[in-house]
């Protein structure tokens, strides 16, 4: 197989996690006798400050043109203290996903058994957690009309969702629902919101399609409390691009750190994967970022967008190994784990190469 991927290092911890994640595909390449070629662009507080723009048309060309996007993160502190600032980081990621139509964003919560204890929540609670979750990526507030008064005291959010925007999300999530449990969970706010009622008529049709998948509808608040509550009451979880946002990073504690989850945002054509954790600038540069999440990332790609299941499953076994060896970054690191094996960045990476 020969692929063209398109790494995206971004801002923060970004350059660090998606050296590894590239040294994966590589080691991958390498043993089963796939060629994958790379290149590099810029995005986020990085493009802005080569470019003005945080997503350089330059990145955009090279996007459209890869097979695959590996991404690390997007942010800087500057603009999260500047609620003014004209120009975000944070810009340049909706536009990509605009521009590249990927509407279904997937987050996996995989639960490896060496860190239960790594949640804050009971080992007892967490185990067998298996849960696959499905936002929507191009629609909501973040895309609708936004408004500020003249006076600056007055601002809103258009909440906006269209019919076909939901149609083609809950058929993804339905077809991932035969493939696994056959249950999924459509989350909403329909005993509030306009939009969310619209969300469930089209989400009750589409469920007439896949009669064997057994469908609840559950309101958004209730979905937190149940998420911490029982989460292994969840499978298949459907939600809108605002509640997803929130809920999937709620759902980062069950796994028990953002550095163990990676995540698919996907259309009709090319892939973008990233590690759900954010920029981290109070750690970036001193080799203490968790690159187990960009390296699952990787999985992801080969799997979605490749078919190379053999392969995904190669690298999740090599973290399994690590793991199960009492391997750590700090942010998975317990009380009880070994001093000696608490690794820094490029020493978990490295880890995971010689398991592969």
Not at 83 to 109: C, M, T
Not at 124 to 138: H, Q, V
Not at 190 to 209: C, D, G, H, M, P
Not at 306 to 320: N, P, S, V, W, Y
Request: glycine residues 8%; charged residues 30%.
């Amino acid at each position: 197989m020969q692929k063209h991927i398109l790494i995206i290092p971004g801002d923060g911890i970004g350059p660090e996690v998606t050296t590894w994640g590239k040294a994966v595909l590589e080691k991958i390449g390498e043993k089963y006798g796939h060629e994958f070629t790379f290149d590099e662009a810029l995005m986020g507080h990085a493009g802005i400050e080569a470019t003005g723009s945080p997503l350089p048309d330059e990145t955009l060309e090279k996007a459209k043109a890869s097979d695959a996007i590996l991404f690390g993160a997007i942010g800087h502190i500057k603009y999260d203290n500047d609620p003014s600032a004209k120009v975000r980081p944070e810009q340049g990621l909706l536009k990509i996903r605009k521009e590249l139509g990927l509407y279904a964003n997937l987050r996996p919560i995989m639960l490896f058994d060496e860190l239960l204890d790594a949640s804050s929540l009971k080992p007892e609670i967490l185990k067998g957690t298996d849960i696959l979750f499905f936002r929507e990526l191009t629609g909501d507030v973040y895309f609708g009309e936004k408004k500020r008064s003249e006076d600056r005291n007055t601002a809103s959010d258009l909440m906006v969702y269209s019919r076909y925007e939901v149609e083609r999300i809950a058929i993804k999530a339905y077809e991932a629902a035969m493939v696994r449990g056959k249950r999924l969970c459509s989350v909403d706010k329909a005993n509030v919101l306009e939009a969310s009622r619209l969300w469930r008529e089209v989400v009750q049709e589409i469920a007439k399609q896949y009669p064997e998948v057994e469908t609840e509808h559950m309101f958004i608040d209730n979905a937190a409390m149940q998420l911490v509550k029982n989460p292994k009451k969840f499978d298949v979880v459907l939600t809108a691009n605002l509640f997803g946002d929130i809920l999937t990073d709620e759902a980062s504690q069950i796994a028990g750190s953002m550095g163990m989850l990676a995540s698919a945002s996907v259309g009709d054509g090319t892939g973008f994967f990233e590690p759900i954790h954010g920029s981290a600038h109070d750690i970036a540069g001193r080799d203490k970022a968790n690159p187990l999440a960009s390296i699952l990332s990787v999985a992801l790609m080969l799997e979605i967008s490749f078919g190379l299941k053999d392969e995904a499953k190669a690298i999740t076994d090599a973290i399994d190994k690590a793991l199960k060896d009492g391997y750590r970054t700090g942010d998975i690191a317990d009380a009880q784990t070994d001093k000696a094996k608490i690794l820094g960045t490029t020493a978990m990476g490295e880890k995971v190469l010689s398991y592969l």
